[in-house]
Nanobody, 119 residues
Framework: QVQLVESGGGLVQTGDSLRLSCAAS????????MAWFRQAPGKGRDAVAT????????YYADSVKGRFTISRDLAETTMYLQMNGLKPEDTAVYYC????????????WGQGTQVTVSS
């Protein structure tokens, strides 16, 4: 069973930057796409950004467009989320996820990493 391991969260101030990483436990794992989700206290889990693993095409939620960048390293089977211009409303637990097929749900999930942005 493939495991996703996240790192890079923390406590920062408004306007700061953070980079999250998500590494798959198997180098041979080839997902169809991977994604970052986030869940703020008392709210549902929402997609922040997704990336097609082979093509590299991306999607961003409107709330993070122009501030966040999703990328991946094919050789290391690692996905990243560069977050710039952080705002207090970005405070959430961030999860990475992966799916093997275009028609499937996100099946593989990381444990989550806390991002807290103070005002």
């Amino acid at each position: 069973q493939v495991q996703l391991v996240e790192s890079g969260g923390g406590l920062v101030q408004t306007g700061d930057s953070l980079r999250l990483s998500c590494a798959a436990s198997e180098r041979t794992f080839t997902p169809y796409s991977m994604a970052w989700f986030r869940q703020a206290p008392g709210k549902g889990r929402d997609a922040v950004a997704t990336i097609n693993w082979q093509r590299g095409s991306t999607y961003y939620a409107d709330s993070v467009k122009g501030r966040f960048t999703i990328s991946r390293d094919l050789a290391e089977t690692t996905m990243y989320l560069q977050m710039n211009g952080l705002k207090p409303e970005d405070t959430a637990v961030y999860y990475c996820a992966a799916k093997r097929f275009s028609t499937s749900e996100y099946y593989y999930w990381g444990q989550g990493t806390q991002v807290t942005v103070s005002s």
